[in-house]
């Protein structure tokens, strides 16, 4: 029986999870990675014990890096679609959208929406998590989940969310959603609501990652909820309580809030959107200091105006989401006072925490593929370039812009 002719990637700096290889070739078999080795090594490419038939296809990466495929765990939308516009074209054209900026597979994130809207969000991240590759574009990046943000966040931390759509948690939405416990990877709670430890616990008994996101908890009140099950936190430093805001309540003492939390405790994971506008080069290489390449994942929290001209735009579903502007690269509040989201792709992000932290590339690169991976179990099959993992591969320049995207034809199994 004939097989699939192997790829293999010749000449360039292949990128590790510690340490950056020169001169290196990879060899894919079947969708996985077989071989990593040198194009100078006989025994690497056994040319000669190949039939003429089944000779490898060879792609010269001309010197430049050959990475892991990134992972967004926190994005909603690009090209003028958000996934909660609820059709199957808009799922298509973000995924088309982050694809070119080197995102192979991603978490789907929802909004503040209406129960129903939340639903069809849900059914169809099932649909397209069992897509076959081939019935999408090429370099479409695939979906791994859901990541169910919302209803149930504070109202006074909403960000650019709609505030007459936010909810707590009720027995009838609260089974509604947890029906797709099979789709949803993650899911956010302001603990401070009022059945927010109901909801949690039935998120951990379905094998869902807990998160903290658009909350105004204290420090206690988020120490509490560790023993429901929370195990990330959204977005550091955006949306959320800290001692300065905590004090506008109370004078004295002063008291840790979410930020705080976050920090303080080891075991927890979180994120940071590091497109320039969010975060500062110190802020960014504060949460480096204190979580760590293992602990830290970079995400986009991109919206629809990814890849789209400046303008007004809606964040969430066109019908009944909220008027944002997309100016400078970034979102913003209709009166330009806040953000709202930001408006570039991975590769950006990648590019500017590199240039701001002056981190090793590796280390960088780690935190957009290997660390999400791991933060939602999927880093025995996914994140690094390690033989037997998923072949998803993204060909970066000198520069560090995408040249070219290869995603594997492998779907994941069940984390």
């Keep these: 029986m004939q097989t699939n002719r192997d790829t293999i990637f010749v000449n360039g700096k292949v990128i590790l999870p510690d340490k950056i290889i020169p001169n290196a070739s990879v060899v894919v078999r079947d969708g996985l990675i077989h071989e990593i080795g040198t194009i100078t090594s006989p025994e690497f490419l056994n040319l000669n014990k190949k039939v003429e038939s ?59 929406a209406h129960p129903d809207q939340v639903c069809t969000f849900l059914s169809l991240v099932d649909k397209f998590r069992n897509k076959p590759s081939s019935k999408l574009e090429e370099s479409s990046s695939q979906v791994l989940g859901a990541h169910l943000y919302g209803p149930y966040f504070h109202k006074q931390a909403v960000g650019c969310h709609p505030v007459a759509l936010h909810q707590i948690p ?20 302001a603990p401070e609501l009022p059945k927010s430890k109901t909801f949690a616990q039935a998120a951990k008994d379905r094998n869902i990652i807990l998160c903290i996101g658009h909350s105004l908890a204290t ?36 008291q840790g809030g979410v930020l705080e939390a976050a920090l303080f405790f080891d075991q927890l ?15 960014l290489q504060l949460a480096y200091k204190i979580k760590g390449e293992n602990r830290l994942a970079i995400v986009t929290d991109c919206n629809r105006a990814l890849d789209m001209p400046d303008g007004e735009y809606i964040f969430g579903p066109k019908q009944n989401g909220q008027s944002f502007l997309h100016r400078d690269q970034v979102g913003l509040t209709l009166d330009g006072k806040s953000l709202a989201s930001s408006s570039t792709g991975m590769d950006h992000h990648v590019r500017t925490f590199h240039q701001l932290t002056g981190l090793p590339l590796e280390t960088v690169i780690k935190m957009a593929s290997l660390t999400p991976a791991r933060i939602i179990g999927y880093e025995n099959q996914l994140g690094s370039i390690e033989i037997g993992k998923i072949a998803d591969f993204v060909i970066l320049g000198r520069d560090l812009a995408v040249q070219s995207v290869h995603i594997s034809n492998r779907k994941p199994t069940n984390r």
């Excluded at 994971?269 to 802020?283: Q, R």
Aim: glycine share 10%; charged share 20%.
């Design 54 to 112: 089944n000779l490898p296809t060879i792609i010269d990466l001309d010197g430049n890096y050959l990475c892991p495929g990134f992972i967004d765990l926190h994005v909603h939308g690009g090209g003028g679609a958000d996934f909660m516009d609820g059709t199957s074209d808009a799922f298509e054209t973000v995924l088309k959208t982050h694809g070119k900026h080197g995102t192979t597979r991603l978490v789907c994130t929802s909004t503040v």
């Design 269 to 283: 994971t979180t994120e940071v959107i590091a497109d320039g506008k969010h975060l500062s080069a110190s802020l």
């Design 170 to 189: 009720d027995t009838g939405t609260l089974n509604d959603y947890l029906s797709f416990s099979d789709v949803i990877i993650k899911a956010s709670i």
């Design 219 to 254: 420090f206690e009140q988020f120490e509490l909820s560790l023993g429901w099950g929370v195990q990330h936190v959204d977005h550091l430093f955006c949306a959320m309580s800290d001692k300065s805001k905590l004090r506008q309540t109370q004078t004295y003492p002063m």
